[in-house]
C-alpha cells in the first residue's frame, strides 16, 4: 500500500520513543498500555445569544453498543487513560467504515471508509478529536482503534512508547436527516476573540461570584477563553524580565505577546534542546519531547509549557484536597511517568495553581484555557470595553 506522507519520520519517532534513541526510558516489558476511557460523538448542536453558528452537543460513544442519531458532520472524540505520543495521533491511528466488516490493521480499511479533514490532540484532556467528516445519513459506522504491535505500525502510542491495550470498535448510526447541519464556531483567531469578548461580558457582570461566572459562560459562550491566559505565568518574579533578571527565567518572557512571540512561539524549549539540530524546533514526527518548542501555534500536544502544566498535580480537581472528586491513582502515576521521562525541573506554575477552586467545585480550569488558546492558533485579541474583542491587527496571528 501507499504510506502516508511523514511515515518514515513517524517510524524514527516511535522507534526511538521505545527506547532506541533515549536513555532512561522504561523497558517495553515495564511499559503501561495506553486504555481508552472514553468517546463521544455530536449528535445535536446548542443555539447561543447574539451567535448565528452553534456549539456542538455529545453524546458517549459506548463499546458493545450502537450510538443512534450522530450528525453526518459530527466530531468523534476520544479519551485516554495516558498521555499520547503526538506523532501517533494520526488519521490512520483509526478506521471507519460503513460495512461493519473487521479490521486490525490499516491495510485492511479498504472500501467504504471515511476520512477526516482534521485531527487535534490535547493532552491536558488527553482527548483526541476527529474533525470534517461528512457521513451518509441514516448509515451505520464502525470506528476501529489499530493496535500497533511494531514500529511500523499504525496506532495510538503513550509518550513512552506504550501501545493501545487492545483494539477497540465503536459503533454509531447517523441521523436520518439528509438536510445540512448548521454552522458550527469556526477555529480562527476572529472567533476566538469573540469568545474572549463574550467571556469579559460575564465577567463584568459576576465580578465576585465565581460559580456565577462560570455558569454565564457555560450558558452563553462557545467555550472559556481568555484574553491573555499566560499573564499571570509572566508576573510575581516568574517569566517576568526584571533588572536584576533581564532575561526572566530561562529566557521565557511572557509579560506581553511581544514577549510570547520572542521567546516562546515557535522557540526551542532549553529543557528540550539535544542533539546536533537542538535549536531547530521540531513537528510531529520527531522523538518525543526532542527539541519541542515552547509553544507551538495550533498544536498544544507539541508544546512543551502544556506539559509542564500537565505535569503539575495540583492542576486537576481528582488530586487536590478541596475537590470532591475521587482520587485517581492513574492520573497521579502518569504525571510521576511524564516527570520522570520528560518535564525537566518543577512544574508550571512554580506558584500557586491553574485550578480554581470555589465552594468545594472547580469554577475555573486555567491549563484547559491554555491548551484551548494554543489549539486555536495562540491569537493575540485586543478588545474595545472588554467586550468588543478583534485579532489585533498589529500582532501577526496564526495563519
Known amino acids: 500500500m501507499t504510506r502516508p506522507l511523514g511515515y518514515a519520520s513517524l517510524v524514527a519517532a516511535t522507534t526511538c520513543a521505545l527506547g532506541a534513541c533515549d536513555a532512561g526510558r522504561p523497558d517495553a516489558d515495564e511499559l503501561v498500555p495506553v486504555s481508552l476511557v472514553g468517546a463521544e460523538a455530536t449528535t445535536g448542536y446548542r443555539a447561543l445569544p447574539q451567535y448565528a453558528e452553534q456549539v456542538a452537543t455529545y453524546s458517549p460513544l459506548v463499546e458493545g453498543s450502537v450510538l443512534h442519531g450522530v450528525s453526518r458532520a459530527a466530531t468523534l472524540a476520544l479519551y485516554f ?66 493496535v500497533p504491535e511494531s514500529p511500523t505500525d499504525w496506532g495510538f502510542r503513550a509518550f513512552d512508547g506504550a501501545p493501545l491495550a487492545r483494539k477497540y470498535e465503536l459503533l454509531f448510526e447517523t441521523a436520518p436527516d439528509v438536510t445540512a447541519p448548521p454552522a458550527e464556531i469556526a477555529h480562527t483567531a476572529a472567533d476566538y476573540c469573540d469568545a474572549v469578548g463574550c467571556a469579559n461580558a460575564c465577567r463584568l457582570d459576576h465580578r465576585t461570584d465565581a460559580a456565577a461566572l462560570a455558569a454565564c459562560v457555560a450558558a452563553s459562550c462557545p467555550f472559556r477563553a481568555q484574553q491573555e491566559p499566560l499573564k499571570g505565568c509572566g508576573s510575581g518574579g516568574c517569566h517576568e524580565a526584571t533588572e536584576d533578571d533581564p ?76 475537590c470532591p472528586e475521587p482520587d485517581d491513582p ?63 491587527p498589529t500582532l501577526p496571528q496564526p495563519p
Open 330 to 392: 492513574g492520573l497521579r502515576a502518569e504525571i510521576v511517568r511524564l516527570r520522570d521521562a520528560f518535564v525537566i525541573g518543577a512544574p508550571m506554575p512554580a506558584k500557586g495553581s491553574l485550578l480554581t477552586v470555589t465552594n468545594g467545585a472547580p469554577t475555573f480550569d486555567g491549563l484547559r484555557v491554555i491548551s484551548d488558546w494554543i489549539a486555536w492558533g495562540a491569537p493575540f485579541c485586543t478588545c474595545v470595553d472588554d467586550v468588543l474583542c478583534a485579532p489585533d
Open 81 to 146: 487513560d495516558r498521555l499520547l505520543l503526538p506523532s501517533t495521533v494520526t488519521r490512520q491511528a483509526v478506521c471507519v467504515r460503513n460495512d461493519g466488516a473487521p479490521v486490525d490493521k490499516l491495510d485492511q480499511c479498504t472500501g467504504p471508509t471515511q476520512d477526516f479533514l482534521a485531527v487535534e490532540y490535547d493532552p491536558a484532556r488527553r482527548r483526541v478529536l476527529f474533525r470534517g467528516a461528512t457521513f451518509d445519513p441514516g448509515t451505520t459506522y464502525k470506528m476501529t482503534l489499530f
Open 247 to 322: 532575561d526572566a527565567a530561562a529566557g521565557l518572557r511572557l509579560q506581553s505577546p511581544e514577549d510570547i512571540l520572542a521567546s516562546a512561539i515557535g522557540v526551542t524549549a532549553h529543557q528540550t534542546a539535544t542533539g546536533a539540530a537542538a535549536q531547530t524546533p521540531t513537528q510531529n514526527g520527531q522523538p518525543f519531547g526532542r527539541a519541542m518548542p515552547i509553544l507551538d501555534r495550533g498544536n498544544p500536544g507539541n508544546s512543551y509549557l502544556v506539559y509542564k502544566a500537565v505535569a503539575h498535580a495540583d492542576s486537576y480537581c481528582s488530586l487536590r484536597d478541596d
